[in-house]
Each structure stands twice: as structure tokens, then as C-alpha cells.
């Protein structure tokens, strides 16, 4: 079996609104996940021209409120993380902690000294933090009165807080990530952007302008963290979903050209390349747009193309195939960016195509395309877990899926890729941030908690707990 590199990231990936909880403590304002209603109709609710922002409680849950109560367990969680032998600990930091509403000049003590025990907490098992800056979580505010990110004030706000949280923190802690699958906007703009309809989700240059904003935003934060300190490693976060044509019909291999420019690249490759790639006139003709049409400054673009990303940081669930031709498609129900069913595969309960082939594919197209390090920051089977009386969680299904990625890794190491770590998704179970529900849980530790908000919230290691602490001991070799 293919060595790994010595110093592989081994670890598990979270992030604050789905696991904290402790929504209005020690200062902490509204963020726009707090206003997400829990359940399997969330994204309809949210893409109703009605929906504006706000929190009903007696008419929908809102299991984001809770969480799992993380913020008063992080120290357990995190002792059971360094069980696991975790190298590393993804994790986001709420800007609503930080900045209440996210327009004040003054950061909030509280909200950063949270930060501070965090990470002392990793440290003192060496675990090393790696910190997203914006993980779907905008202070309610500038979503509500600013109109999200199309707004170019935000730019502003985001490059504060981001001066705040890498000052305080950047001696402490080397990776960063700048925006969380900042490529999803392409179909749920709501998380990333903090747009819905009455905002101007449904039209396509507010996306594009929200898009520019936060290129500038993220190119100004690794502007921030080089000046501080040059061996900051600032990278980018891109959904990736390896996208196949269905035949060799030439029509399907161009429309699946377009899609992995359109979905896969676009933000990668301003981000990484520090350019707009030529494709975006085509992409912008296809909403009616032009590139005249976004608001972009010369000085913007020189930012951009100054501070480029340092590696490329992405999540990957599953893959999509592309069928244009015929009408009585058979589409996946599901499968969150949609194609069709691609009849090699089988899907998760939630129609995500497990696809461990996929993987390697996908590091050899981003590799071949950038030449930096990637990083799987996210990936990991959402299922049901049924615990016995005991407690005990056998999830094979899990270490399965797991052990087929991580293979795939191994063979991409192969190819030549240079992959700098892995962080499996949801390593203690969390709230999923498209159902809102806690029944879709990827932990490796069970969390006593229903959709309905019943349990203890005590914590239970799982079968697949025991198999990732082996794997990590034994740097990938024992699967
Ligand atoms: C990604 C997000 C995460 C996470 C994960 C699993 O899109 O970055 O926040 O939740 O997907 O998705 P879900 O929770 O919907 O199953």
C-alpha cells in the first residue's frame, strides 16, 4: 500500500453553526443559519419569495440554536478527537461571535477568548487548528439590512474580521481557509451569500457580484496573513463534484466540459490563478450577462491577482453525469447539483452518488490544473445510525465508505498528486446543513440527540471510531 507523506493531515472537519449551539452567549449576535428552519424542507422554505429572515419559533424548529452543544463540550469533544489521534481539527469560526452584527469597528472580547480555548485545547495534544473563516454562518444582519453579500460593504466587514481572528490567532495557527464552498452559491446561494429571493437570489449578477466580492475579500485576508507571517498556508474551499459525460456523444462531452468549467473551476480559478478564466464570457452569456454588467475596479483586479490562494482546499460526497439529449431523463433525486443517474453507482438515503473513483479523478483534474496541494477538507457518508442498548454504533456501511476514499487517495499520491491532508466531515455528529436534522449523521462519535431535540447530547464512540484511530496510527497503511 502506498505510503502517505510523513507529515499527512489525518483529521475530521466542523463548523461552528452546526455544532455550537449557545447561539445568543456571552454576546453572540444572529447569523443567518440561526434563521434556517430545521427539517427536510429548509431549502424550499428559504427559496419561498416570502421567506425574509425571520426566526419564528412556533411555527419551525431551529436545531442550529443547540447544536450540539459544543460550545459548552468542545473539551471533551476535542479530548476525543486527540483519542482518535487527529493531526489536525477543521473547525469554523462564527463571525457573529466576533462581530455581533458584523458592521461594528469593535471585535467582541468574549466571542475571541472562545477561539482562544479552542485552539489551546487542540494544541495541548497537538492537534494542529485549521480554521475556516466563513463557513455558512454571515451575521444575520448584513444578510437583513445589507442585502448579503452582493453588497460590496461587506468586502469591508469581511476583511476586519478576518484582520481581527488571523492578528489574534496566526502564532497559534497555520491553516486557513477563506470561504466554505464558495462555488454552492451556483445553486443555493442562500448559505454562502446570504441571499434568498427577496434579496436577489433568483437573479444571476447578484450571485456573480457576490462572487467577485468575496474573491476580493479572500484575496485581501491572505494579503493580511502573508504580512503577519509569509509561512500562512490560505487556501480556497470548492464543492467538487467529478462530473462525467454519460456517452461519448460529442454534444453530452461538451456539455460536461462546461459544467466543470461553470461549477468545478469557476471560483477555484480566479482564486488559485488569480484571474477571471476566458470561459466567463460564455458562462455570463448564458444568464445575459456581460462582464461590463459586474462591478469590478482595476485595483480589485490587481488583488485578485496578487494574492492568489496557497493550496486548494474541497469537499467531496459524489459525483454527476451529464445526459443533454434526451428528454425522459432519469434524473437523481437527491443528488444536491442534480445530472442523472449514472447506473455504475449507488447512492446514499439522501441520493448522493458514492462514488470513491471520483475521488481519485478529482485530485488528478485539480492538481493538473493548479500544481498546488490539495486538501480534502470535507468528505463522508450521511447515514442513520441505529445504537443498540448498549450504545454500540456498528458502522460498517461508514468505515466502507471511508476505507474506498482513502484508497483512492492512496492511488492519487500514486499518480503524483501532492495531497497535504484529509478531514472526514462531521467527525462528531452535527446538525446537516441541508436537511437541518440530526438523524444525517458522518460522526465517528454518536451524539444522543433526535430531530425532534430529545436525548442527552452524551457522546458514544462508534465501530468506525476505533478503525480512523488505526488507520491514522498507522499513517494510512491499516484500512
Ligand atoms: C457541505 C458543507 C457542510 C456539511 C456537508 C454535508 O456542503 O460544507 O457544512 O454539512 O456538506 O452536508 P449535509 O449536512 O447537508 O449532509
Known amino acids: 500500500m502506498t505510503e502517505f507523506p510523513k507529515n499527512f493531515l489525518w483529521g475530521g472537519a466542523t463548523a461552528a453553526n452546526q455544532l455550537e449551539g449557545g447561539y445568543k452567549e456571552d454576546g453572540r449576535g444572529l447569523s443567518i443559519a440561526d434563521a434556517l428552519p430545521g427539517g427536510k424542507e429548509r431549502f424550499q422554505i428559504v427559496q419561498n419569495p416570502d421567506f425574509d429572515w425571520t426566526i419564528d419559533e412556533s411555527k419551525y424548529k431551529y436545531p442550529n440554536h443547540v447544536g450540539i452543544d459544543y460550545y459548552h463540550r468542545f473539551k471533551e469533544d476535542i479530548k476525543l478527537f486527540s483519542e482518535m489521534g487527529f493531526k489536525c481539527y477543521r473547525f469554523s469560526i462564527a463571525w457573529s461571535r466576533i462581530f455581533p452584527n458584523g458592521d461594528e469597528t469593535e471585535p467582541n472580547e468574549k466571542g475571541l477568548e472562545f477561539y482562544d480555548q479552542v485552539i489551546d485545547e487542540c494544541l495541548k495534544y497537538n492537534i494542529e487548528p485549521v480554521i475556516t473563516i466563513s463557513h455558512y454562518e454571515l451575521p444575520l444582519n448584513l444578510a437583513k439590512n445589507y442585502g448579503g453579500w452582493k453588497n460590496k460593504k461587506l468586502i469591508s466587514f469581511f476583511e476586519r474580521f478576518a484582520k481581527v481572528v488571523l492578528t489574534r490567532y496566526y502564532k497559534k495557527v497555520k491553516y486557513w481557509m477563506t470561504f466554505n464552498e464558495i462555488n454552492s452559491a451556483a445553486h443555493f446561494p442562500v448559505m454562502g451569500q446570504g441571499l434568498v429571493p427577496s434579496n436577489g437570489a433568483n437573479d444571476k449578477k447578484n450571485v456573480f457580484q457576490a462572487w467577485h466580492n468575496q474573491f476580493v475579500s479572500s484575496s485581501k485576508a491572505v494579503k493580511i496573513g502573508h ?73 480589485e483586479l490587481e488583488l485578485i491577482k496578487k494574492y492568489p490562494v496557497d493550496y486548494i482546499g474541497f469537499s467531496y460526497y459524489m459525483s ?24 455504475f453507482l449507488k447512492a446514499s438515503d439522501w441520493g448522493w452518488q458514492i462514488d470513491p473513483t471520483g475521488l481519485r479523478i478529482a485530485l488528478n483534474q485539480l492538481y493538473d490544473r493548479y500544481q498546488k496541494p490539495l486538501f480534502i477538507v470535507e468528505n463522508g457518508l450521511g447515514a442513520i445510525d441505529k445504537p443498540d442498548a448498549n450504545h454500540n454504533i456498528e458502522d460498517d456501511y461508514r468505515i466502507d465508505y471511508l476505507k474506498q476514499h482513502i484508497q483512492a487517495m492512496a492511488g492519487a499520491i500514486d499518480d503524483g498528486v501532492d495531497l497535504m491532508g484529509y478531514t472526514p466531515w462531521g467527525c462528531i455528529d452535527l446538525v446537516s446543513a441541508s436537511t437541518g436534522e440530526m438523524s444525517k449523521r458522518y460522526g465517528f462519535i454518536y451524539v444522543d440527540l433526535d430531530d425532534d431535540g430529545n436525548g442527552n447530547m452524551d457522546r458514544y464512540k462508534k465501530k468506525s471510531f476505533y478503525w480512523y484511530q488505526k488507520v491514522i496510527e498507522s499513517n494510512g497503511q491499516e484500512l
Open 227 to 299: 504580512e503577519l507571517d509569509p509561512n500562512l498556508q490560505i487556501g480556497c474551499m470548492i464543492l467538487y463534484a467529478t462530473t462525467y459525460s454519460y456517452d461519448a456523444n460529442p454534444v453530452n462531452q461538451l456539455a460536461t466540459l462546461q459544467q466543470n468549467q461553470d461549477f468545478n473551476f469557476f471560483c477555484g480559478d480566479v482564486q488559485v490563478r488569480g484571474q477571471y478564466p476566458s470561459y466567463t464570457k460564455r458562462l455570463l452569456a448564458e444568464y445575459g450577462l456581460k462582464l461590463s454588467d459586474l462591478d469590478r475596479t482595476d485595483e
Open 320 to 343: 454527476s453525469a451529464v445526459e443533454t439529449t434526451k428528454k425522459d431523463n432519469d434524473k437523481v433525486s437527491g443528488n444536491l447539483l442534480g445530472g442523472v443517474k449514472n447506473p
